[in-house]
């Protein structure tokens, strides 16, 4: 079986979340770009992830899909870059809010993105209840420590810094201090400042008609 990691993406794209993580795991990756509605639809990647959407990576014989779970299972796999918490609290709160940003969280900035206004009398259907009972659980979940689950950097503030990231970019968050700071302190990070230039390069070329 392969070691070699390969990450299908695109730069507009979650695929940005797995490519942060895969500079945090430090291991060398090699990148597949696919374009919406062309390569990505292409029976060659449906074959690897039928949703035909991005990202996906291949390690070792394996197909891992939703970036969630490609954070997840990267810190797994190479538990020697210490982005997946010791058993005890703190990997119990990695769990909480790795899950709690891929289901609530994203389901509510969905929702409120769309217009779609959800009933009180339906709230209990949604799963998340509100949107702003979530903006006020992950801001108090952010007021406590620098990191999401404890006192050191994991996975989750990866994918969690990411979706906080992208709401205080494109206006779905508010912009509350303890969001900013949360955000302005783990896109500092060499491995998020790297994923990020990598894929502005790729989005340059795109637009210049580049490869």
């Known amino acids: 079986m392969s070691e070699e990691i390969v990450l299908y993406t695109n730069p507009m794209s979650r695929g940005r979340i797995a490519r942060w993580m895969l500079e945090e795991v430090g291991q060398p990756y090699r990148v597949e770009v696919l374009g919406y509605g062309t390569t990505m639809k292409a029976p060659e990647y449906l074959a690897l992830n039928p949703m035909g959407k991005v990202p996906a990576i291949v390690h070792r014989g394996a197909v891992v899909t939703e970036t969630a779970a490609i954070c997840a299972y990267l810190a797994d796999a190479f538990p020697q870059a210490g982005l997946l918490p010791e058993a005890g609290p703190a990997r119990a709160a990695y769990f909480r809010w790795i899950f709690f940003a891929a289901g609530p969280l994203e389901a509510a900035v969905v929702n409120r993105t769309l217009?779609?206004?959800?009933?009180?009398?339906?709230?209990?259907?949604?799963?998340?209840g509100s949107f702003e009972r979530v903006m006020d659980v992950l801001e108090e979940a952010l007021s406590h420590g620098d990191y999401i689950a404890g006192d050191r950097f994991s996975a989750a503030d990866v994918?969690?810094?990411?979706?906080?990231?992208?709401?205080?970019q494109f206006g779905s968050f508010e912009k509350r201090p303890a969001f900013e700071a949360y955000h302005a302190r783990v896109a500092s990070r060499p491995a998020a400042r790297r994923a990020n230039e990598a894929d502005d390069r790729l989005m340059a070329e795109a637009r210049g008609g580049g490869g």
Do not use: I, T
């Open 159 to 168: 994918y969690v810094g990411s979706h906080v990231g992208f709401g205080l």
């Open 115 to 128: 217009q779609v206004e959800v009933a009180p009398d339906k709230a209990a259907f949604v799963g998340y």
